[in-house]
Structure formats: structure tokens, C-alpha cells
């Protein structure tokens, strides 16, 4: 049976789309739909959680999202604060290890504080291991790679001749955790919007049109039995 041999995904990300949409259908504000999403985000981790998934990593806040209007962006901001203060002690409680993947130096102060603090106090669990990528583009990973193996390179700590895959990819976020397994994303398009580009080079993608906000536990069951089924080959063939 193709696929048969699958297990559980170790490692998810997904792309978390559809938050304004899912508020104008509504006549609501796209805020509106923010928070929504957040609602949605709490009840995902727990699943994650209890499903015992090694780590989850969720597109939160990409590095393009800067250019949307000077509210939404600040209210993405605000909403991001409130639900790291609110939710921290919860996610420690459950011992879940919170990190966050991205360019946190554009963010405010007081929420690199907040970033800090959240990340400081988990870093130790053993459960589930949470990525938030925040002001995270797939394009900036690799270029911030680059930039530490050119150095690495220039103070001769590693020969050209030295650098490899392998070694390059020690620098890009999520080095330390499984390759990624599946993909998600919501909300309809078919497309990676710049999120983790290297990282997903053999993972299996699950597109649905169902809006964030709307995305639970049956669909995300869903996602996890259709990886469940695929083949996967790495290049190889089946014998
Ligand atoms: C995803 O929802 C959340 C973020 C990008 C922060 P959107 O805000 O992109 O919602 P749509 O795609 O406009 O419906
Ligand atoms: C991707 O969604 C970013 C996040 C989910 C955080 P976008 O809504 O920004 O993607 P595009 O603009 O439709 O490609
Ligand atoms: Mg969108």
C-alpha cells in the first residue's frame, strides 16, 4: 500500500491564511479576524501538544507583511504582545518550549522584551517545541546564513573546500529540529508567500480553502492522514 509505512509528521509548519477574509465575510475588520486566528492558534498547539508532534512552526508575521496598512500592522503587533503575556505561562505549564524564528531586531522594544522573556522561561521543556516565525522571510534565513559561514570562512574557522550542505544548514532557523514532514496552508492559495524555503525541500504540502480562523482539530486530523497516505521517495525509488 503506497505510504503505508508513514507515521506521525514529526515536525508541521503551516501557513496560517485567511484571517481577513474570514472578518469581511463577517463585516467585521481584518483585526477582527486576527484575533480570531489567535483563538484558533491556541486550540492547534494544544492538539500538537497532546498529539505528542516533536515541533510545530507557524507563519505568524512575514517579513513582507510590513507593507500592509500602518493599523493592520500595528494591531498584528499589539495582538502579538497580548497573546505572548497572556499565553506564556500557559505554554510553559504544558511544558511546551517556545522559540521564535525571524528578524525580531524591526519589532519594539518592549516586544523583543516580551520575546525574550517567553523564550528564556520555556527553554528548558521537553514537549512540543513551538516556533513562531515573526518578521521571518524564507529569502532573509538564508542570506543571514550566508553572512555567519562568509564570516566563519573570512576569520578561517572553515575552509571553502569545507563548506557543505551539511554545514551550511547549521546556520538556517530550525537546524536543530527534525526536517520539516508536512506543510499546511489555509485560506486558499497555492503558494509558500517566502516562508521557509531551504527547510522545506522534501516536505509533503496540504493546501485546504478552509479560512484560519475555521481551521481545528478534524482538519488538521485530515491533514495528517493525507501525509499519511503519500509516498515518499527522497529522490529514490519504491521496490
Ligand atoms: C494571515 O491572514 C495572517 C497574517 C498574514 C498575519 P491574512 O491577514 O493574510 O488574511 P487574508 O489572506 O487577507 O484573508
Ligand atoms: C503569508 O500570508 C504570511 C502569513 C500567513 C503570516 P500572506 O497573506 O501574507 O501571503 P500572500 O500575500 O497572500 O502571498
Ligand atoms: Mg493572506
Redesign the pocket.
Given at each position: 500500500m503506497p505510504g503505508s509505512n508513514i507515521g506521525f509528521p514529526k515536525h508541521v509548519a503551516i501557513?496560517?491564511?485567511g484571517n481577513g477574509r474570514w472578518a469581511k465575510q463577517r463585516g467585521q475588520l481584518r483585526a477582527i479576524g486576527h484575533k480570531a486566528g489567535l483563538k484558533t492558534v491556541r486550540r492547534i498547539v494544544r492538539f500538537a501538544s497532546q498529539k505528542g508532534i516533536t515541533a510545530l512552526t507557524l507563519?505568524?508575521?512575514?517579513s513582507?507583511?510590513w507593507n500592509r496598512p500602518k493599523t493592520e500592522v500595528s494591531a498584528l503587533m499589539a495582538l502579538f504582545g497580548y497573546a505572548l503575556n497572556r499565553e506564556v505561562r500557559i505554554l510553559h505549564k504544558n511544558n511546551i518550549k517556545l522559540q521564535i524564528i525571524g528578524d525580531v531586531s524591526r519589532f519594539s522594544h518592549q516586544l523583543q522584551k516580551c520575546l525574550k522573556i517567553a523564550e528564556d522561561l520555556t527553554c528548558d521543556n521537553t514537549g512540543l517545541v513551538l516556533n513562531i516565525?515573526a518578521n521571518y522571510g524564507g529569502r532573509w534565513d538564508i542570506v543571514n546564513a550566508g553572512k555567519q559561514v562568509m564570516k566563519q570562512i573570512n576569520q578561517g574557522e572553515i575552509t571553502l573546500e569545507q563548506l557543505d550542505e551539511s554545514h551550511f544548514s547549521r546556520y538556517l532557523s530550525l537546524s536543530e529540529l527534525p526536517a520539516i514532514d508536512l506543510v499546511i496552508r489555509t485560506?486558499g492559495?497555492y503558494?509558500i508567500?517566502n516562508?521557509l524555503l531551504w527547510q522545506i525541500a522534501y516536505a509533503e504540502f496540504y493546501f485546504t480553502d478552509i479560512l484560519w480562523p475555521d481551521f481545528d482539530e478534524k482538519v488538521f486530523m485530515q491533514a495528517i492522514d493525507v501525509f499519511q497516505s503519500r509516498e515518499r521517495r527522497f529522490g529514490s525509488i519504491k521496490e
Open positions: 501557513i496560517m491564511d507563519y505568524a508575521f512575514s513582507e507583511n516565525a485560506g492559495e503558494r508567500s516562508f
